[in-house]
């Protein structure tokens, strides 16, 4: 049976039946009669009255009417199979089906206006930074700039400083990617004002792009990866001219193994130059100082001047009003200094406050290291080695022996397999020596400065799990601590509630910490689980993760978002500036990058028995 009538007619009656928010989509909080009669049609061309009822029947109908709508049609075909389906398949659907292509972003004439035309320029001038290395990328883009009156075309100098980063802040764009035969190689945005390609994401929303068989995107995204390390000297936090000195989590050699064994036909000769590019960003971003500390571990370092240009207004007047009160007491002329004036005469160089400098190192280091932002790090991160990066760069280590002595007969440039399985477990020992607490059982970060571990409880403490740094022993061990500290309802939240408890009552809610859960912290989780066969845990942690996203989708019109509280279970998450992937009028055809690829993930592993169950939506305190 199908629904057969006109879009036009039909969006406005079920809209004022059934939006009583008129917000234009129809969730749990609206108060209409949640009962909306149509005729649906039979093969035979068979009239039936049929009454569309629940919340989330209603929203499937109200967006698969927009879905219609976009092809531009006048009258709509809608098989009722559609407006009833089950949510894991719907949901996994739509990210298959369209929220991939509609993140889809390329660097070209074709694309130029998705990625430059945003909100994020503050002038009607947009702008496209090119390395002064790229010549195809210097030559194409001086041959299309006349298509764009506002799009200024700006060479960047060979040596990119702070202090270069900081006189182009006031004229902030894209910085360009890579091009093959005349056009953009594609890349996946995360999705709503993240509309570049962003370091951990990518590696995120690739796992999800290869489960959905979309290996040329993944591919593609390593491809820009090494375009970056070649002309940026970084796989960068994200394609915007204020991130030149800031890189990110590195993923690559995970990305490329995993790209390539979905895809041996991509070939060996694109395993062999991707591997090299791999090799020179482990060997020149992360094994040289400042990154590399002199016990052998490594830190986020971010190099910088001033306050980083990205962040929301406001964000730092906690930090800079002790600093303005402190220049108010010292009788000179910045003794009525608001902090808005301390701030610009800061920024101005105009006051010198080296502590300030130290703190805005640190703030920049924290967003290197992707969690932008939490307690755990605030204002200390680069005097840090942090469980998470070094378990990354082990797993780097690792994946480097792995391809060598698997497709290349065990040497490839002069590196021979054994020797990275050697650095890796000297990396080993040292994290062992460090970071590992027998006591907690578990890995925490250590302080070089202070010489000791700092005992903060987080997700990003079981990377280990994941970069198979462990035996099943440990493994054990580790995982009894994290079902105790971090679990919750919805799954594993960023940091636990007792560290929550520490922080005072007027400090703000920082994003990356309890009661909010991530995306990239669950799927990590979920693969070290896995990799140690703790069948009982992982199973569980999927589907209390899965059970809240799919709730949240059937309460509220599909929404899937950045984040989520996993306490109350809720995409309402005001940290910081907010959630992303929650404004949209009657359907959202993006999601979320990553957020999208957990689900895919989840559903991969999650049982059929307990996927049974999430379509019914099982509480999951009464499952487990």
């Known amino acids: 049976m199908n629904f057969k009538g006109n879009i036009e007619e039909t969006l406005l009656r079920l809209l004022k039946q059934e939006d009583t928010d008129g917000d234009k989509k129809i969730t749990i909080e609206d108060k209409g009669p949640k009962a909306f009669t149509v005729d649906l049609f039979s093969e035979y061309a068979f009239a039936k009255a049929y009454t569309i009822t629940t919340t989330y029947h ?18 709509a075909n809608i098989p009722l199979s559609k407006i009833e389906e089950s949510p894991t398949t719907r949901v996994s659907r739509m990210i298959k089906d369209y929220f991939w292509d509609d993140l889809t972003r390329t660097l070209d004439a074709e694309g130029l206006r998705k990625s430059v035309g945003d909100d994020k320029a503050e002038d009607t001038t947009q702008r496209l930074y090119v390395p002064a290395t790229d010549i195809e990328g210097i030559a194409y883009y001086g041959s299309i700039q006349d298509q764009f009156p506002h799009l200024e075309i700006i060479i960047l100098p060979e040596d990119i400083t702070p202090e270069y980063v900081k006189s182009i802040n006031e004229a902030p764009g894209v910085l360009s990617l890579a091009l093959q035969d005349g056009k953009g190689v594609p890349f996946v945005v995360p999705g709503g004002r993240f509309n570049e390609m962003y370091g951990w994401d990518s590696y995120f929303e690739g796992v999800g792009l290869l489960l959905n068989g979309r290996v040329d995107l993944a591919k593609a995204m390593v491809d820009n990866f090494c375009y970056q390390i070649t002309h940026y000297g970084k796989i960068l ?16 050699s995970s990305f490329i193994h995993e790209v390539y064994e979905a895809d041996p036909s991509v070939g060996k000769e694109w395993l062999a130059s991707v591997l090299r590019v791999a090799i020179q960003e482990y060997e020149t971003v992360w094994m040289q100082a400042p990154r590399l500390t002199e016990n052998g571990l490594n830190r986020y370092y971010a190099q910088g001047i001033g306050i980083p240009p990205e962040t929301e207004e406001g964000h730092f007047d906690d930090v800079l009003s002790a600093f303005a009160k402190n220049a108010s007491r010292t ?13 610009k005469q800061y920024q101005s160089g105009a006051i010198q406050e080296p502590k300030l400098d130290t703190y805005f190192t640190h703030d920049r280091s924290l967003r290197e290291s992707g969690h932008d932002t939490s307690w755990r790090l605030d204002d200390v991160c680069a005097d840090l080695n942090v469980v998470d990066l070094n378990s990354l760069l082990y797993k780097y280590e690792i994946d480097f022996g792995y391809i060598i002595d698997t497709y290349f007969d065990g040497v490839f440039e002069g590196f021979h ?47 280990p799990l994941w970069a198979g740094l462990v035996g099943k022993e440990r493994a054990t061990k580790i995982t009894k601590n994290l079902m105790r500290d971090l679990k919750e309802k919805g799954g594993v939240a960023g940091t636990s509630k007792r560290m929550y408890a520490e922080v005072p009552e007027e400090a703000v809610q920082r994003q990356w910490d309890y009661p909010n859960g991530w995306a990239p912290h669950q799927m990590i989780i979920w ?4 990799i140690h066969g703790l069948e009982t845990e992982l199973q569980e942690l999927i589907y209390r993760w899965l059970w809240m996203i799919t709730k949240n989708a059937v309460d509220y019109n599909g929404t899937i978002p950045e984040k989520y509280d996993v306490v109350a279970c809720t995409h309402k998450v005001y940290a910081e500036y907010g959630n992303v992937g929650t404004e949209f009028d009657y359907i959202t055809t993006s999601g979320f990058g990553w957020m999208n690829a957990s689900y895919q993930y989840g559903l991969s592993i999650l049982t059929l028995d307990l996927r049974n169950k999430l379509d019914l939506l099982v509480d999951p305190d009464v499952l487990f």
């Open 527 to 530: 693969g070290g689980l896995k």
């Open 58 to 75: 209603l929203s499937n109908f109200l967006q698969e009417l927009a879905l219609e709508k976009a092809l531009e049609k006048v009258d």
């Open 417 to 463: 397999g054994a020797y990275w399985y050697t650095v890796a477990f000297e990396r080993a020992e040292r994290m062992d020596a460090l970071m590992w607490n027998e006591e907690a059982g578990q890995y925490f970060d250590y302080n070089f400065k202070t010489g000791k571990q700092t005992n903060f409880e987080s997700a990003s403490n079981y990377f």
């Open 237 to 252: 936090n994200a394609n915007r001219s204020y991130y030149l000195t800031r890189t990110q989590p590195p993923f690559l």
């Open 331 to 343: 009788g000179n002329d910045e003794e009525s200094l608001s902090v808005k004036e301390y701030a």
